[in-house]
């Protein structure tokens, strides 16, 4: 299973992006997708994710400004994000948790990760 992130890029401050992240390969089902994002010199801090049920998290400084879906068809993650601000400039990863897929005979779940998409917000 791979996961592949895309969608980052420029933009001005009050902008919008939308990032994709989806997962390729044989699987099941996908428990939790999550968005975390690393600034320079910062540490890697969740974002935003969502559980099977559909119930979302959100950081505190993204609330009201992030919105993140899922399309469990396409076995991939939105992360809509709105009012951008120069703080958000980071490299966004994906993180799918508990893939559930096939190996032999058995059902295993892994955790995986994206390589990340770089968001730059430009005041």
């Known amino acids: 299973v791979q996961l592949q992130a895309s969608g980052g890029g420029l933009v001005q401050a009050g902008g919008s992006l939308r990032l994709p992240c989806e997962a390729s390969g044989i699987l099941f089902s996908i428990n939790e997708w999550a968005w975390y994002r690393q600034a320079p010199g910062k540490q890697r801090e969740l974002v935003a994710s969502?559980?099977?049920?559909?119930?979302?998290y959100y950081e505190d400084s993204v609330k009201g400004r992030f919105t993140i879906s899922r399309d469990n068809a396409k076995n991939t993650v939105y992360l809509q994000m709105n009012s951008l601000k120069p703080e958000d400039t980071a490299v966004y990863y994906c993180n799918a948790v508990k893939v559930r897929l096939p190996l032999g005979d058995k059902v295993r779940e892994y955790d995986y990760w994206g390589k990340g998409t770089l968001v730059t917000v430009s005041s």
């Open positions: 969502i559980n099977s049920g559909g119930s979302t």
